[in-house]
């Protein structure tokens, strides 16, 4: 079946350090994928996406290249901030029976020190 | 434009008692989930619709839980009878898709949640 697998957190940095968080996954054809970010007390909301391989989603400083030799799509960020603190979950959905069904990966915790 | 409304957002619990929570997804959005996030681990899908049609209820746990969405617009998910292992927080996303085209594909937006305690 389909899964989405991360590295454990937390990933604990100082304030503009660089950001790798990694996920991988496994999938039947060309699913789009997805990262979400949880910031405390909220929900998830969308932080990039990419549909087809090598797309590149970018946004707030954060980027993810679509990988589909590695079957990869690890979040980066050049230099983060305190207020990037949040739980960073990888996704993708697939097509199944005319819609599209997602799957999350556990999430990555992410605390940035001042 | 409003987001996913849900309710409550806190709800305690015995087990075996039942409880319902409820969802109102953004105007218009045509898809609606439903998941359980357990605490240290993602979100798991129990339930989508699109429109009032069930498009995926494999990961709901049927002897237990339901869901239904009528008029296409507002759902509601129940638990009965509740065990202690149903403690989470369930999540209510919607999505416009199909409407919206490529774009729209699967992009979920997600409300806050309603967090479940069961005793």
């Known amino acids: 079946g389909n899964s989405v697998t991360q590295m454990e957190g937390p990933v604990t940095l100082s304030e503009e350090a660089f950001l790798t968080i990694n996920c991988t996954y496994t999938?039947?054809?060309?699913?789009?994928l997805f990262w979400y970010v949880q910031y405390p007390g909220e929900g998830l909301q969308l932080l990039l996406k990419?549909?087809?391989?090598?797309d590149k989603g970018s946004n707030k400083g954060f980027e993810a290249t679509y990988r589909k030799e590695t079957t990869s799509f690890h979040l980066e960020k050049g230099s983060v901030q305190v207020s990037d603190s949040a739980v960073y979950f990888c996704?993708?959905?697939?097509?199944?029976?005319?819609?599209?069904?997602?799957?999350f990966g556990r999430g990555t915790s992410l605390i940035v020190h001042p | 434009e409003a987001g996913v409304a849900q309710s409550p957002r806190y709800k305690i619990i015995e087990k075996r008692q039942s409880v319902a929570f409820w969802c109102n997804p953004i105007?218009?959005?045509?898809?609606l989930y439903w998941y359980q996030q357990i605490l240290g681990q993602g979100p798991k899908l129990l339930i989508q619709?699109?429109?009032?049609?069930?498009?995926?209820d494999s990961q709901l746990p049927k002897d237990r839980f339901s869901a239904e969405r009528l008029k296409g617009v507002d759902s509601t998910l129940k638990i009965q009878p509740a065990k202690l292992e149903d403690s989470a927080v369930y999540l209510c996303?919607?999505?416009?898709?199909?409407?919206?085209?490529?774009?729209?594909?699967?992009?979920?937006?997600f409300g806050a949640g309603t967090r479940l305690s069961v005793l």
């Open positions: 996303a919607s999505s416009s898709y199909p409407s919206g085209g490529l774009l729209a594909k699967n992009i979920q937006y």
């Open positions: 999938a039947t054809g060309y699913p789009s």
């Open positions: 990419a549909t087809k391989a090598d």
């Open positions: 996704a993708l959905s697939y097509a199944s029976g005319g819609s599209y069904i997602p799957t």
């Open positions: 105007s218009g959005h045509a898809t």
């Open positions: 619709f699109q429109n009032n049609g069930v498009v995926d």
